[in-house]
C-alpha cells in the first residue's frame, strides 16, 4: 500500500525540541520532492518546509526559518522535521507531503499534532 | 509571498446542485495552481493540477478553470461525501502558499 506513516508529535514546552518522522511505503521514495505542510486548530493550511528528492535543496517558509530543519534518509525511505525553539504558535497538525511532479502534494500522511504548551 | 484569496468562505448548498468557488492570487500564477478537499479529521486531498488536471482518481464532476491570477473550482452536481473544505495553492514560487479555504456545507 501506497502511504506516509507519521511518528513523532506530543506537547513541549516553549523553547524545546520535537523531531517528527515519516516513514514513506508502496513506492520508490527517493524519486520524490517532499514537503511538511501544518494546521494549526481550526485554521487553514500552512506550507513549512520543502526537501529536494535528493535531500540537498531545502526551503523554509519565513515563520519557521533557522528553528526547523528538513531531511530525509533514502535508505530507510524516512522523512524528518527536527523542530527547535518552539513557540506556541507552532501548535498545529503536521502533515508530511509527496511531491507529484512539481510541489502539489499527491500523497499525504495523518498528521501528527503538535502541542506547544507550559 | 503571493496571497490567495477563496471567496466565499462558506458555500451553503444541497445535494445536486452546482457549487462554484473562487481563487484569486495577488499576483499571476500562470497556471499553477491546484485544489485540494479536506475532510474533518483527514488529510487534504489533491483534486485538480496545473488549473484544470484532474488527480488520479477524481470524478469528473470536479473541474478546474482559469489562468493569471483568477482560478475556480466547480463541482458540477454535489453528492453528499464532497461537503468538506476546499483550498487552493500555488506552487509559481517560494513560499508556496494556500488560501484560506471555502467550506461547502448543506
Known amino acids: 500500500e501506497v502511504e506516509l506513516l507519521q511518528s513523532g508529535g506530543g506537547v513541549v514546552q516553549p523553547g524545546g525540541s520535537l523531531r517528527l518522522s515519516c516513514a514513506a511505503s508502496g513506492f520508490s521514495f527517493s524519486g520524490y520532492d517532499t514537503s511538511w505542510v501544518r494546521q494549526a486548530p481550526g485554521k487553514g493550511l500552512e506550507w513549512v518546509a520543502a526537501l529536494s528528492a535528493s535531500g540537498t535543496g531545502t526551503t523554509y517558509a519565513d515563520s519557521v526559518k533557522d528553528r526547523f530543519t528538513v531531511s530525509r534518509d533514502n535508505s530507510k525511505n524516512t522523512l524528518y522535521l527536527q523542530m527547535d525553539s518552539l513557540r506556541a504558535d507552532d501548535t498545529a497538525v503536521y502533515y508530511c507531503?509527496?511531491?507529484?511532479?512539481?510541489?502539489?502534494?499527491?500523497?499525504w500522511g495523518r498528521g501528527t499534532l503538535v502541542t506547544v504548551s507550559s | 509571498e503571493i496571497v490567495l484569496t477563496q471567496s466565499p468562505a462558506t458555500l451553503s448548498l444541497s445535494p445536486g446542485e452546482r457549487a462554484t468557488l473562487s481563487c484569486r492570487a495577488s499576483?499571476?500564477?500562470?497556471?499553477?495552481l491546484a485544489w485540494y478537499q479536506q475532510k474533518p479529521g483527514q488529510a487534504p486531498r489533491l483534486l485538480i493540477y496545473d488549473a484544470s488536471n484532474r488527480a488520479t482518481g477524481i470524478p469528473a464532476r470536479f473541474s478546474g478553470s482559469g489562468s493569471g491570477a483568477d482560478f475556480t473550482l466547480t463541482i458540477s452536481s454535489l453528492e453528499p461525501e464532497d461537503f468538506a473544505v476546499y483550498y487552493c495553492q500555488h506552487r509559481s514560487s517560494w513560499p508556496l502558499t494556500f488560501g484560506g479555504g471555502t467550506k461547502v456545507e448543506v
Open positions: 507531503a509527496k511531491a507529484k511532479p512539481y510541489w502539489y502534494f499527491d500523497l
Open positions: 499576483q499571476s500564477v500562470g497556471r499553477y
